[in-house]
């Protein structure tokens, strides 16, 4: 909730154009963070949670945070020479030396250690309070137009935080020693190399699109487009941790070769991002405009249509996380992902490049959705024995039939003429009802316990 409150100020009081180049900035410095982390995150957070004992796990620290450090040498010699040399025009350049302490210190954050070790207490309480205050920093400062330095100096200082914390935190239970061969095996250093490759082909296709919006059109459409992709990706900021954790467990149960354990977290997980997703999509479908006047105010009306193609992303993710993350990476099948994923940056670097300067926004949001619908088809694909069996088609029609009402009674709802406020307040009456329906149903049919299946 407080990425979303802290969104939802910056957007009111930065407008459209104002919240365009704070994103861009934003954007393109987790564009950096993600080439330079090379894959570790997903790595090494499964490959620690599969070690055996400690002196195991603080060696493959040593050589998993050696390769992050030189990574990062390098990519921000870079980046100082081309700030010094050739600043980059479509950002402003005052921005630039807090993009690079953003990009060093989000790489440092080191939160898949605590995932891999399975210890999330400490994030959790880290995160919480620091993103309080850089809330509170936010509403305090950041009071009109003008103020998008301001903003960024804001989120490259709280996350420079984090990541001193983090550093602080874990100093007396890893080695801190930089090793320049590191100490992987044949195959961890195959499966660093393809999960790397992949990584950086999701890079590509989840952040060139504003990217390459706020190089083709300006700052407004940059505003309308990201406004739009950051209320439909707001569940996955919840549901994407879920995935992680899920793939470390899936992981630990295919190296233990427990099949059928595997399996039904799979088809579980698939059914409760299906239950979740979908009809997440569907509310920012029927009610877009009031959407985005709620968490963008009046000159974010534009961007309606653009909500109303990027909400349809959401069923799309639910399949390729489950495929992709959860069965693909947890099964060390990292090239067949990096098959589907290679396709689709290839595909969505040639339709933003071709589409975005002729129709701007909208281009970048089909572009990004058919993107996002062939990842989740090609995930499906070299996932199909894990997924197909009968009791989850079942599942799916049994949901349908009965969510049809509920999805009957939104769109009533949004023909309603009455004022956006009244319309989201029922709205959310009925998205709480479908919470406690959806609840109700896991714990009915032990979706959370898997001792069944063991």
């Given at each position: 909730?407080?990425?979303?409150?802290t969104?939802?100020w910056?957007?009111?009081?930065?407008?459209?154009?104002?919240?365009?180049?704070?994103?861009?900035?934003?954007?393109?410095?987790?564009?950096?963070?993600l080439?330079?982390t090379?894959?570790?995150?997903?790595?090494?957070?499964k490959?620690?949670a599969?070690?055996?004992?400690?002196?195991?796990?603080?060696q493959?620290?040593?050589?998993?945070?050696?390769?992050?450090?030189?990574?990062?040498?390098?990519?921000?010699?870079l980046?100082?020479i081309?700030?010094?040399?050739?600043?980059?025009?479509?950002i402003q350049?005052?921005?630039?030396?807090?993009?690079l302490?953003?990009?060093?210190?989000?790489?440092?954050?080191?939160e898949?250690?605590?995932?891999?070790?399975?210890?999330?207490?400490?994030?959790?309480?880290?995160?919480l309070v620091?993103?309080?205050?850089?809330?509170?920093a936010t509403?305090?400062?950041?009071?009109?137009?003008?103020d998008v330095?301001?903003?960024?100096?804001?989120?490259s200082?709280?996350?420079?935080?984090?990541?001193?914390?983090?550093?602080?935190?874990?100093?007396?239970?890893?080695?801190?020693?930089?090793?320049?061969?590191?100490?992987?095996?044949?195959?961890?250093?195959?499966?660093?190399?393809?999960?790397?490759?992949?990584?950086?082909?999701?890079t590509?296709?989840?952040?060139?699109?504003?990217?390459?919006?706020?190089?083709?059109?300006?700052?407004?459409?940059?505003?309308?487009?990201?406004?739009?992709?950051?209320?439909?990706?707001?569940?996955?900021?919840?549901?994407?941790a879920?995935?992680?954790?899920?793939?470390?467990?899936?992981?630990?149960?295919?190296?233990?070769?427990?099949?059928?354990?595997f399996?039904?977290?799979?088809q579980?997980s698939?059914?409760?991002?299906?239950?979740?997703?979908?009809?997440?999509?569907?509310?920012?479908f029927?009610?877009?405009g009031?959407?985005?006047?709620?968490?963008?105010?009046?000159s974010?009306?534009?961007?309606?249509?653009?909500?109303?193609i990027?909400?349809?992303?959401?069923?799309?993710?639910?399949?390729s996380?489950?495929?992709?993350?959860?069965?693909?990476?947890?099964?060390n099948?990292?090239?067949?992902?990096?098959?589907v994923?290679?396709?689709?940056?290839?595909?969505?670097?040639?339709?933003?490049?071709?589409?975005?300067?002729?129709y701007?926004?909208?281009?970048?949001?089909?572009?990004?959705?058919?993107?996002?619908?062939?990842?989740?088809?090609?995930?499906?694909?070299?996932a199909?024995?894990?997924?197909k069996?009968r009791?989850?088609?079942?599942?799916?029609?049994?949901?349908?039939?009965?969510?049809?009402?509920?999805?009957?009674?939104?769109?009533?709802v949004?023909?309603?003429?009455?004022?956006?406020?009244?319309?989201?307040?029922?709205?959310g009456?009925?998205?709480?009802?479908?919470?406690?329906?959806?609840?109700?149903w896991i714990?009915?049919?032990?979706?959370?316990?898997?001792?069944?299946a063991?």
């Open positions: 909730m407080l990425p979303l409150i969104m939802t910056m957007a009111h009081h930065l407008g459209a154009e104002g919240f365009g180049a704070i994103s861009l900035a934003e954007y393109f410095s987790k564009l950096l963070v080439i330079a090379l894959g570790i995150p997903y790595f090494g957070a490959s620690l599969q070690c055996s004992d400690l002196g195991e796990r603080k493959l620290f040593s050589s998993l945070l050696s390769i992050l450090l030189i990574a990062l040498m390098v990519l921000l010699g980046g100082v081309g700030w010094l040399s050739r600043p980059v025009a479509w350049s005052d921005l630039l030396p807090w993009v302490l953003f990009v060093l210190s989000q790489a440092l954050s080191l898949w250690y605590f995932q891999g070790i399975q210890t999330y207490r400490f994030i959790i309480v880290r995160t620091l993103r309080v205050l850089g809330l509170v509403i305090w400062l950041v009071k009109g137009t003008g330095y301001t903003g960024f100096v804001i989120m200082l709280i996350q420079s935080a984090i990541a001193v914390f983090t550093l602080w935190h874990v100093r007396g239970s890893v080695e801190w020693r930089l090793v320049l061969k590191p100490q992987l095996s044949l195959g961890q250093r195959k499966q660093l190399l393809w999960l790397s490759l992949s990584t950086l082909c999701i590509g296709y989840t952040t060139l699109d504003t990217v390459m919006l706020g190089w083709f059109t300006n700052s407004i459409q940059t505003g309308l487009y990201t406004l739009s992709v950051r209320l439909t990706k707001l569940p996955l900021m919840i549901m994407g879920v995935v992680m954790v899920l793939m470390i467990q899936g992981a630990g149960l295919v190296k233990q070769a427990n099949h059928r354990a399996s039904a977290l799979v579980n698939f059914r409760l991002l299906w239950m979740v997703l979908l009809p997440m999509a569907v509310v920012l029927i009610g877009a009031d959407w985005l006047w709620l968490w963008g105010g009046r974010f009306k534009e961007g309606e249509d653009v909500l109303r990027v909400a349809w992303i959401l069923p799309f993710m639910a399949i996380n489950v495929a992709g993350i959860q069965v693909l990476l947890a099964q099948r990292e090239r067949d992902f990096l098959k994923v290679s396709v689709a940056l290839l595909g969505s670097v040639l339709g933003y490049a071709w589409f975005i300067p002729q701007g926004a909208k281009a970048a949001a089909w572009v990004t959705l058919c993107t996002e619908a062939w990842v989740a088809l090609g995930s499906v694909y070299y199909w024995s894990w997924i069996d009791v989850l088609g079942f599942f799916l029609f049994r949901w349908l039939i009965a969510m049809l009402p509920l999805g009957v009674l939104l769109y009533g949004s023909l309603w003429n009455v004022s956006p406020c009244m319309q989201l307040l029922v709205m009456i009925f998205v709480i009802l479908y919470a406690g329906i959806v609840l109700f714990l009915k049919e032990k979706w959370i316990s898997l001792h069944e063991v």
